[in-house]
């Protein structure tokens, strides 16, 4: 079992929550998350390079000079890519990166990468965000409080949570995301999780938390 302790938005402890590893997953399989964490990246690539080919020069096609008796070695056209100014033999074109691996295994992916965080003390569970106002102010003095400030963070709220959203925004190295959308990505590439207790059972499957 672990446990972690609940903490408010003041940084104290209210209470704690326990819950089974393997209702998140079954153990931590490093292949299948650099497996998800290559095709996120794979898929935030543009692909829009393009270079001209010999086709696609400007000049003429007609040979430079006879074939023989120049004394020179036989050439063609100025738009051959062994030519300054010429095509590229082989030029890149705008491409698809694109993929999509099973929508099974980026679940599993995902509770995997979160696991690791609860493994590695890299993730705070929270009781619940108190912002009735958008402000920037009060996420970073919670961030703060809680011992996550001046790094990468991601908090995990339980549904979309648009005044934790908008204060959160302006805020360097920290990203927004309602449990329901959590990655591998999102959550191997910040530090630190924040996780409210809601979108933990929600996670979890739960529907009551587990305090004492």
């Known amino acids: 079992m672990i446990s972690v302790a609940i903490r408010d938005m003041s940084g104290a402890e209210s209470g704690t929550y326990e ?3 393997g209702d998140l997953a079954a153990g931590v399989n490093r292949q299948l998350l650099h497996d998800a964490a290559v095709m996120y990246e794979a898929n935030r690539r543009v692909g829009t390079v393009q270079t001209k080919s010999r086709g696609m020069v400007k000049g003429s096609t007609k040979k430079l000079y006879r074939q023989k008796g120049t004394g020179r070695a036989r050439a063609g056209n100025a738009r051959t890519p062994v030519r300054r100014g010429g095509g590229h ?6 491409r698809d990166y694109s993929y999509r691996l099973p929508r099974k295994s980026l679940r599993i992916a995902a509770k995997m990468a979160l696991l690791t965080k609860f493994q590695d ?28 400030d001046g790094g990468s963070v991601l908090l995990a709220t339980n549904g979309v949570d648009s005044n934790v959203w908008r204060s959160a925004r302006n805020i360097s190295g920290v990203r ?24 933990m059972d929600q996670l ?9």
Do not use: E
Not at 89 to 94: E, I, L, M, R, Y
Not at 131 to 148: E, F, N, R, W, Y
Not at 204 to 212: E, I, K
């Open 204 to 212: 979890l499957g739960r529907t009551a938390a587990a305090t004492a």
């Open 121 to 148: 003390d890299q993730a705070v569970l929270l009781s619940q965000w108190d912002c009735s106002d958008p402000k920037t102010k009060v996420v970073v003095q919670a961030l703060k409080a809680l011992g996550v």
């Open 89 to 94: 033999a082989f030029g890149k074109k705008p």
């Open 19 to 21: 819950f089974d590893p």
């Open 176 to 199: 927004v995301l309602p449990a329901s959308d959590l990655n591998a990505w999102d959550l191997l590439r910040h530090r630190n999780v924040v996780v409210t207790v809601a979108a």
